[in-house]
């Protein structure tokens, strides 16, 4: 029997707004105390093993606004392409973070160790990459992508080899910037929006 729904109507959809910060992390959302910091802040301890590199970048919108209340978080293996959890993992590497653009300038900044390739179950060979969760004000599901290094040979990787307009690839690349910085910019829509992954 099919519930007539005149008594119960569905409740409108909700972007994120600024009610993503006050739960994730409340000190950006000016809410100190909650907790002595705001959890996962980092994906490394000091003891990380590998080469630790800075990811800096923007989140845009359509109009080429950088948008300034955007979190994200991240998840990502080891250097050697372990992930937490799995046997022979860097016991440094915590592998998720959580962290926003910052307030003013709208720029991001993930300090973390390089990761390393990963194997997959079916004995594929996986790009070193972090993933990334994106949520911010006016996006209503959060959104899915990877970030891939310039300087890695990503041919092989099965995810980019998925994508059919071979030039979009571009968008999942952070390029070296020297003294082991990278820049990794995310568009939402327009030219040269980043690809964003169902999974």
């Known amino acids: 029997m099919v519930q007539k729904l005149t008594t119960l109507m569905e409740t409108p959809s909700q972007t994120a707004g600024p009610y993503v910060h006050i739960g994730c992390v409340p000190t950006f959302a000016g809410l100190g105390g909650i907790y002595p910091e705001d959890l996962a802040l980092s994906p490394i301890t000091d003891a990380a093993k590998g080469e ?3 990811i800096k970048g923007s989140v845009y919108d359509g109009t080429g606004w950088a948008l300034r209340d955007a ?12 992930y937490p959890g799995q046997p022979g993992a860097d016991p440094g590497v915590t592998g998720f973070c959580r962290f926003t653009a910052d307030k003013d ?3 991001y900044t993930l300090r973390t160790v390089k990761p390393g390739t990963v194997k ?17 004000r006016g996006i209503n599901i959060g959104l899915s992508t990877r970030i ?3 300087d890695e ?7 980019l080899a998925r994508i059919e307009q071979r030039p979009r690839v571009d968008t999942l690349i952070a390029k070296p910037e020297g003294d082991g910085t990278y ?3 995310i568009r939402l829509q327009g030219e040269g929006e980043t690809v964003f992954l169902d999974m």
């Open 71 to 82: 979190l994200l978080e991240s998840w990502q293996a080891d250097a050697r392409g372990i």
């Open 148 to 150: 891939y290094f310039g």
């Open 183 to 185: 820049r990794f910019d």
């Open 153 to 159: 040979d990503n041919d092989a990787d099965p995810i």
């Open 120 to 136: 997959t179950r079916d004995g594929k060979v996986m790009a070193p990459h972090i993933s990334l969760w994106i949520v911010a």
């Open 52 to 54: 630790i590199v800075t």
């Open 105 to 107: 300038s709208g720029e």
